[in-house]
């Protein structure tokens, strides 16, 4: 092809992206196109309005993965068109599927891991939804069952992850949720025992409670409830939130009893996409033996002219995060588990003894291992409390550096105090965390040189956290 052919077939083809037509425009918000568009110069403008969400990389505030492998990615990409819910069109995938539930029936010590049952789900959101229904379908037939009334069902937990309040609103449960109270910052025996009656559904303690990061003391509220079952009769099964500790607790505290070595655990629930390492969309609820699941809730769909049992509340979904979580399982053991997530906290102690050295910083979580999550948590000490900025001015300078470090009140009824939290997973590296620490140095001198005539407040700097 000659030259001045070359000019003839459409100036568009050569024009720089951001001259071309399209890309000249601010976006349309409310109405959809009249026409179709060039798929490049759509793509550039697209991609340019996601530089405003900063480097996931950055958000100190989420436990969820934002690190993946190249391998991940292939996968991810060769699964984008499998749907998990064609268990007879994609048979590998639901095969897949099945073989993570009993590799993590497994690793929490069920003593039928290979026959029990359990499903892969969205996220822990889904994954306790599932786990709650089976709490109170048990307990409606075990009521019934003894011609006693089943209207009014109450399940037991410390400070929650905010899809147990969605569980208890969505399906009609009451929600005792234990205030904190002084220096108790979660649920312990004492308090549980104070609330647990004949309509109790269960008990969910949290293996890494997202406010404080600590694990709930699940061995101890078993004991307590054994005793209770002894003396009245009364037998409360316990599910565990384990949304982060159930991938941290197996390789990083093996000697901690919380899982189905203690009869009472009668499901699980964790977030393959947290300490999972799966990218985003993948949640997991296991139960101790098919007997704890019951048939009312589970659907059987055709697989190969068979029957496969399940049980979700989506149907579509995509299959490739469960692909994904499978590749992580073959590829790390549970020896790589343990070094990803060893190294995560050795980050988080480092950090907190660093951050401590600062002088304004009480450290309330400092990534001990044998307590809770890889993750740092601190508050202002009471005498720089009137130094000129809160914990929330500090979040908002950190900011302008990409770092996204939310600062948050607690839940009732210590709602006066106020933290600061980051988590450490995998891809926050040592270094990256240096570089924070010198950050949040800078902003204390910046507040030092700059006092702040209003410090933001509570209502003000509230962001989201998980
Ligand atoms: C993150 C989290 C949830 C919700 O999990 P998703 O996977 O985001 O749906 C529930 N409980 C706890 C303790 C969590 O940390």
């Known amino acids: 092809m000659g030259d001045h052919k070359k000019q003839d077939i459409s100036l568009s083809i050569f024009d720089d992206i951001y001259a071309m037509e399209g890309v000249q425009r601010t976006l349309p918000k409310y109405k959809l196109p009249e026409f179709e568009h060039d798929p490049e110069s759509v793509y550039q403008v697209v991609h340019d309005e996601l530089l405003l969400d900063g480097t996931s990389r950055q958000n100190l505030a989420t436990f969820c993965q934002t690190y993946v492998d190249k391998q991940i990615h292939t996968l991810m990409d060769e699964c984008i068109d499998k749907n998990m819910i064609d268990k007879d069109e994609y048979p590998q995938s639901a095969e897949i599927e099945a073989r993570c539930v009993h590799i993590l029936a497994d690793l929490w010590n069920s003593p039928s891991a290979k026959d029990t049952l359990g499903c892969s789900t969205t996220g822990s959101s889904e994954a306790a939804m599932l786990g709650g229904l089976a709490l109170k379908w048990n307990w409606r037939k075990k009521r019934a069952a003894q011609g006693k009334s089943t209207d009014k069902p109450n399940l037991i937990c410390g ?11 969505y399906f009609d449960v009451e929600l005792r949720e234990i205030p904190l109270e002084g220096d108790r910052l979660g649920m312990n025996v004492e308090e549980v025992l104070k609330r647990v009656d004949e309509n109790t559904i269960g008990v969910v303690p949290t293996l890494g409670v997202t406010f404080t990061c600590h694990y709930e003391p699940v061995k101890a509220i078993s004991d307590a409830l054994d005793k209770l079952q002894k003396e009245t009769g009364l037998d409360i099964p316990i599910h565990v939130d384990g949304a982060s500790g159930g991938f941290l607790a197996p390789f990083c505290t093996p ?3 919380w899982d189905f070595r203690l009869p009472r655990v009668h499901s699980i629930n964790t ?6 390492l799966a990218p985003l969309g993948v949640g997991w609820v296991v139960w ?6 019951p048939e009312e809730l589970i659907f059987n769909v055709n697989y190969l002219g068979g029957n496969m ?3 979700a509340l989506n149907f579509s979904r995509p299959a490739g995060q469960i692909i994904a979580q499978y590749y992580n399982m073959l590829r790390l053991g549970r020896d790589g588990y343990r070094k990803i997530h060893s190294a995560c906290y050795l980050t988080a102690q480092l950090f907190a003894k660093e951050l401590k050295k600062f002088g304004p910083f009480d450290v309330l979580f400092d990534g001990d291992m044998t307590k809770g999550i890889p993750a740092v948590s601190w508050k202002l000490k009471d005498e720089f409390k009137s130094s000129g900025y809160t914990l929330f001015d500090l979040a908002d300078r950190l900011r302008t550096r990409g770092w996204q470090v939310p600062a948050y009140s607690m839940p009732a009824n210590r709602e006066d105090m106020v933290v600061q939290r980051i988590l450490i997973r995998h891809g926050v590296s040592l270094d990256m965390v240096s570089l924070l620490l010198d950050d949040i140095k800078r902003s204390l001198d910046y507040f030092a040189a700059h006092p702040i005539s209003k410090p933001l407040t509570r209502e003000e700097g509230e962001g989201f956290h998980h």
């Open 255 to 257: 000697e901690l009893e």
């Open 159 to 169: 400070p929650v992850q905010i899809c147990w309040h969605k569980f208890a609103r």
């Open 288 to 293: 101790r033996e098919a007997k704890c699941l």
């Open 309 to 311: 049992p399940t049980f």
């Open 271 to 276: 977030s393959g996409h947290k300490f999972g």
